[in-house]
């Protein structure tokens, strides 16, 4: 979960200094004054591109899940650079159009998502595990116990 409020309708990455997202004031959405412009605003990618996960901390590991339905774990890709940030990305494939096809709606989204989160230091980032079942992706990153401080007796003399 994370720590940031919800700025005019959809959470905000700008103060989480976990997430490596930027924080859009033109994007659709996010105007307190002119609210959703999505349908005449929002190109094909939108969506997409700004796929949300949850992040979750428990006492063993760090959780993030993500709704990716109608994606293959072959068009997922998951990584870690730079010593401690998580990416995950992929690409939505836009069906095929026939000339005899006859479109009357187009709401699905397509195109290609990035997402970036700077792991904390407790992260063991070479056990990175993820699993995909029904359209949602779950990466798995352990964390290290962290060592219980050592209580010593001191007698006092005298």
């Known amino acids: 979960m994370s720590l940031v409020p919800r700025f005019f309708g959809r959470r905000s990455t700008v103060f989480d200094p976990f997430s490596l997202d930027l924080w859009d004031p033109f994007e659709s959405g996010n105007s307190p004054f002119f609210g959703d412009t999505a349908p005449f605003a929002r190109n094909d990618a939108t969506a997409i591109a700004n ?33 401690r940030v998580l990416k995950i990305s992929g690409e939505r494939k836009k069906e095929e159009e026939k000339k005899t096809d006859k479109w009357h709606r187009i709401e699905r989204s397509h195109g290609k998502f990035l997402r970036r989160f700077r792991l904390p230091e407790n992260a063991k980032v070479d056990q990175v595990n993820a699993t995909m079942e029904n359209g949602v992706l779950t990466v798995t990153v352990p964390k290290q116990l962290q060592p219980k401080p050592e209580v010593r007796a001191i007698e006092i003399s005298g």
């Open 51 to 83: 796929t949300q996960l949850d992040w979750k901390e428990t006492p063993d590991a760090h959780i993030f899940k993500a709704d990716l339905p109608g994606l293959k774990k072959e068009e997922v890709k998951i990584e870690v650079e730079d010593d």
